[in-house]
């Protein structure tokens, strides 16, 4: 028991910094600025680009781009089939598009809903238009095609439930 006590505490840096890179490299996902960056280059780009923030009270990440403000990464969390999803809902600085979808924690089932970790269905969320009023779902979305994981029926309406529920929050108190 000691030693593993021992070995814990002395790895226990290098476990923050995995988990804080882990977290910096999923706001950038968020945002759309993670594509194929070096570990160094994630730190770099994160620390010249993104600010922790608030926006409508709640604590975000800000992406700035030569002083401009180009997007704000939402905290989202919701229950999953198995547990609690959480993650990140990147949407523009007019609060109009989405810029990225990443999944921080989830439980699902490998194979069903944990595909919801998996490119094909985090991108097609990328660029999807939002506004107030508007709910998320899947099928048709203008001229986008949003697809449910096959399988995994409950995780894909959790999904949804989660986004709705941050643009809810983002576009609450303000006028039409």
């Known amino acids: 028991t000691f030693a593993l006590a021992a070995s814990y505490e002395g790895f226990k840096p290098a476990i923050q910094n ?11 996902y968020a945002f759309g600025l993670e594509e194929g960056l070096e570990d160094a280059q994630v ?16 604590k975000v ?11 704000y990464a939402l905290p989202v969390e919701g229950p999953g089939l198995w547990g609690t999803i ?12 989405v810029t990225g979808l990443v999944f921080t924690e989830q439980n699902e ?6 595909r919801i970790d998996e490119l094909q269905y985090k991108e097609q969320f990328r660029g999807l ?3 107030k009023g508007s709910t998320v779902s899947y099928g048709q979305q203008g001229e986008r095609q949003l697809d449910a994981v096959t399988g995994a029926t409950q995780t894909s309406s959790a999904v949804l439930r989660i986004v709705n529920s941050a643009l809810n929050k983002l576009y609450a108190g303000e006028g039409n």
């Open 86 to 97: 959480r993650g990140y809902l990147g949407v523009s600085e007019g609060l109009d598009k």
């Open 43 to 58: 730190r770099e780009t994160f620390a010249q680009s993104i600010k922790e923030g608030e926006l409508k009270g709640e």
């Open 129 to 131: 238009p939002i506004a």
């Open 109 to 114: 089932t490998p194979g069903l809903g944990g």
């Open 18 to 28: 995995n988990a804080r890179l882990q977290l910096e490299r999923a706001i950038l």
């Open 61 to 71: 990440y800000v992406y700035e781009q030569g002083g401009q403000i180009k997007g």
